[in-house]
């Protein structure tokens, strides 16, 4: 089956707009979790969902970002007024719901983010 | 806080073999995993460890040691496309949940 899908592939927007990220991740699966990678940087948690609710948000930087999913699918990370320092790609990664057993997260190919 | 260490850099030569350690110090551990991600693409899984020991998957192999909060990723007859960043990630549960928790990754730069 098809893996974990995530557009646009790049974008590039000017500080202060917001932007939408999407993220389809693979059926079935129902936990979803967010990422952000700066250049040259490890993955830095944002969000992770399971079903359609968030138990853990620690992640997001500051109030500007929110993400969302529905109907156990699809789900978007919303950032508003962008600022350069968001300049990243965020990558969405999806997986049975952890817990005992492997369970490991699949990655979509990310979406490369440019403030300019 | 979660802490997970790993170097920055290494090198090797095609065919041999090394060794990418990883030391992490956090709470509720629940497995360590490795993924390999090549420079503009996504990370894919490698290796899963929840109980001490190796495990050995065809060229690579994954050591852990729960006590000492140490794992280590060893790879073996060394490819050109073996060139990438590692990643070690543990797994934390809290509050009936799981979250990996990454490490920043080694670039392994494998020259001929």
């Known amino acids: 089956g098809a893996g974990v899908s995530q557009s646009p592939s790049n974008k590039v927007t000017e500080k202060g707009k917001d932007v939408e990220l999407r993220c389809d991740p693979i059926s079935g699966h129902t936990a979803l979790y967010w990422y952000r990678q700066r250049l040259g940087q490890g993955l830095e948690f944002l969000i992770y969902f399971q079903g359609n609710s968030a138990p853990d948000k620690s992640g997001l930087p500051s109030d500007r970002f929110s993400a969302e999913r529905t109907g156990e699918s699809v789900s978007t990370l919303t950032i508003q007024r962008t600022q350069q320092e968001d300049s990243a790609v965020y990558l969405c990664?999806?997986?049975?719901?952890?817990?005992?057993?492997?369970?490991?997260?699949?990655f979509g190919p990310g979406t490369r983010l440019t403030v300019t | 806080g979660q802490n997970i260490d790993q170097p920055t850099e290494m090198t090797a030569t095609e065919g041999a073999i090394v060794q990418i350690n990883c030391t992490y110090q956090?709470?509720?551990?629940?497995?360590l995993f490795w993924y390999q991600q090549h420079a503009g693409e996504a990370p894919t899984f490698l290796s899963y460890n929840v109980l001490d020991g190796l495990e050995e998957k065809g060229r690579f192999s994954s050591f852990l040691s729960r006590s000492k909060g140490y794992s280590y990723l060893l790879l073996k007859e060394l490819q050109m496309k073996d060139s990438a960043s590692y990643l070690c990630?543990?797994?934390?549960?809290?509050?009936?949940?799981?979250?990996?928790?990454f490490g920043k990754g080694t670039m392994l730069l494998v020259s001929p």
């Open positions: 990664a999806s997986s049975h719901t952890p817990g005992q057993g492997v369970h490991e997260q699949y």
């Open positions: 956090t709470s509720g551990f629940n497995g």
């Open positions: 990630a543990v797994r934390l549960t809290n509050s009936g949940y799981s979250t990996l928790t």
